[in-house]
């Protein structure tokens, strides 16, 4: 989007967006191109700007139509050294080795994980669901000394 020029009025900024969408076929209102031409028959400069708007979009569009063709430069096209590889694949396995793994399931005789998040505070007399799991994981356990 255009920044606002300090130098032009409200209308001579809007009459020159005016010009340049009517230019590209942009500007389907009726009122807005009356806007337009009213503005530029008041405003010598507007009318000098959207003149040489008009000439340029002109000039670009009888311009003849040049074929182009892109040639890729392959001498400057250099492979990755095998060297940037070999340590990018060694830093993916050694974070893979080292950082814990969340979705492996704990086992049996484990000792009990840590939470993620601490639990949340409830309301008074309102109990945490974790609580009853550990309570219970505590009941069927066999204690020390107990001949199970």
């Given at each position: ?18 010009a340049s969408l ?14 337009l031409e009213r ?110």
């Amino acid at each position: 989007m255009p920044m606002p020029r300090p130098d032009l009025g409200g209308a001579c900024e809007a009459a020159r967006l005016r010009a340049s969408l009517a230019l590209d076929g942009g500007l389907d209102d009726d009122f807005d191109l009356l806007l337009l031409e009213r503005h530029l028959a008041r405003c010598p400069e507007c009318a000098e700007v959207v003149a040489a708007m008009r000439r340029a979009a002109s000039a670009v569009r009888r311009a003849p139509l040049l074929s182009h063709r892109c040639d890729v430069d392959t001498r400057r096209v250099r492979p990755l050294p095998w060297a940037n590889i070999a340590v990018a694949i060694l830093a993916i396995a050694a974070a893979g080795a080292i950082l814990p793994s969340a979705s492996d399931p704990p086992r049996a005789g484990d000792p009990p994980g840590r939470l993620a998040a601490p639990p949340p505070h409830l309301p008074i007399g309102q109990r945490s669901a974790v609580e009853d799991f550990v309570s219970r994981a505590a009941d069927t356990q066999p204690k020390p000394g107990s001949a199970a």
